[in-house]
């Protein structure tokens, strides 16, 4: 099933798009390589970036699709993270790259205790030893991180909530207005090192099951899921045990309040 995602409507610039979902490698792969692994770059399905060339927009393109998320079925999700923060530190001193905007999160400051996050503390421990000068975005919960369940709510009737108390606010940051922001921050001459970027609200697990709910036009039960069970959950809907179980981990440490912003 195939339907629009957005339509953009654009004037002096120029839209590329760089995908796997029309052409394949030989061995049914992406036919983009991800220099880290040396092989196929395949955790997104496209990305799709606006410039004022199209040469710019089709290299952009192409680095944000190698550029993705760590693997959902990495056998090591803190070895990916690391290797990661390696190949894109080495990538901004070969090239002579000035000036950095990174993604990185509450909580990124923090060595351990943090789960998925500490990838991200190794992100930017890599980068500043570059030496290139480096804003590092850190932002909230993604309201995005929500749509699975969201998904696998309207065709059960059941939402699997991480979170709890289930009244519980968590305050939570569209990935749309994260993006403006590094983009403010890629033009301002003198941006601070540390941006902190939160949403314009908090939101329950119930809550956000309530709207889907509306949306969906039928009832949502919302359960929740136990901290021991987590990881099996995840590692059900599709993630490697070591994904699902450094998900897991985050969620306990925002429960427990151990994940602040620095």
Same mark, same amino acid.
């Given at each position: 099933? *195939?339907?629009?995602? @957005?339509?953009?409507?654009?004037?002096?610039?120029?839209?590329?798009?760089?995908?796997?979902?029309?052409?394949?490698?030989?061995?049914?792969?992406?036919?983009?390589?991800?220099?880290?692994?040396?092989?196929?770059?395949?955790?997104?399905?496209?990305?799709?970036?606006?410039?004022?060339?199209?040469?710019?927009?089709?290299?952009?393109?192409?680095?944000?699709? =190698?550029?993705?998320?760590?693997?959902?079925?990495?056998?090591?999700?803190?070895?990916?993270?690391?290797?990661?923060? *390696?190949?894109?530190?080495?990538?901004?001193?070969?090239?002579?790259?000035?000036?950095?905007?990174?993604?990185?999160?509450?909580?990124?400051?923090?060595?351990?205790?943090?789960?998925?996050?500490?990838?991200?503390?190794?992100?930017?421990?890599?980068?500043?030893?570059?030496?290139?000068?480096?804003?590092?975005?850190?932002?909230?919960?993604? #309201?995005?991180?929500?749509?699975?369940?969201?998904?696998?709510? #309207?065709?059960?009737?059941?939402?699997?909530? #991480?979170?709890?108390?289930?009244?519980?606010?968590?305050?939570? =940051?569209?990935?749309?207005?994260?993006?403006?922001?590094?983009?403010?921050? #890629?033009?301002?001459?003198?941006?601070?090192?540390?941006?902190?970027?939160?949403?314009?609200?908090?939101?329950?697990?119930?809550?956000?099951?309530?709207?889907?709910?509306?949306?969906?036009?039928?009832?949502?039960? =919302? =359960?929740?899921?136990?901290? @021991?069970?987590?990881?099996?959950?995840?590692?059900?809907?599709?993630?490697?045990?070591?994904?699902?179980?450094?998900?897991?981990?985050?969620?306990?440490?925002?429960?427990?309040?151990?994940?602040?912003?620095?």
């Amino acid at each position: 099933l *195939r339907s629009l995602a @957005e339509i953009v409507e654009i004037s002096g610039a120029a839209v590329c798009t760089s995908g796997d979902y029309e052409r394949t490698a030989a061995d049914g792969g992406s036919h983009i390589l991800d220099a880290a692994s040396e092989t196929g770059a395949g955790a997104l399905a496209s990305a799709t970036v606006i410039a004022p060339t199209a040469m710019v927009a089709d290299a952009f393109a192409t680095a944000a699709f =190698v550029l993705s998320p760590l693997s959902p079925g990495a056998p090591d999700v803190h070895a990916e993270g690391e290797a990661l923060a *390696r190949t894109l530190a080495e990538a901004v001193v070969r090239s002579g790259c000035p000036r950095v905007v990174a993604l990185s999160s509450q909580g990124a400051h923090l060595a351990r205790g943090t789960g998925v996050i500490g990838t991200l503390h190794a992100l930017e421990a890599a980068l500043r030893r570059t030496g290139a000068r480096t804003t590092f975005l850190r932002s909230t919960f993604f #309201m995005q991180s929500w749509l699975p369940f969201a998904q696998a709510a #309207m065709a059960s009737g059941t939402w699997h909530a #991480m979170h709890v108390p289930l009244d519980a606010p968590l305050d939570a =940051v569209s990935a749309r207005d994260v993006g403006a922001c590094a983009a403010r921050l #890629m033009r301002e001459p003198d941006p601070p090192a540390i941006v902190n970027i939160g949403g314009a609200g908090a939101w329950s697990e119930r809550d956000v099951a309530g709207i889907v709910a509306r949306l969906a036009g039928r009832p949502i039960e =919302v =359960v929740a899921v136990p901290p @021991e069970r987590r990881a099996d959950v995840l590692c059900a809907a599709g993630l490697g045990r070591s994904h699902a179980q450094a998900l897991a981990e985050m969620h306990a440490a925002i429960e427990a309040g151990a994940v602040p912003f620095e």
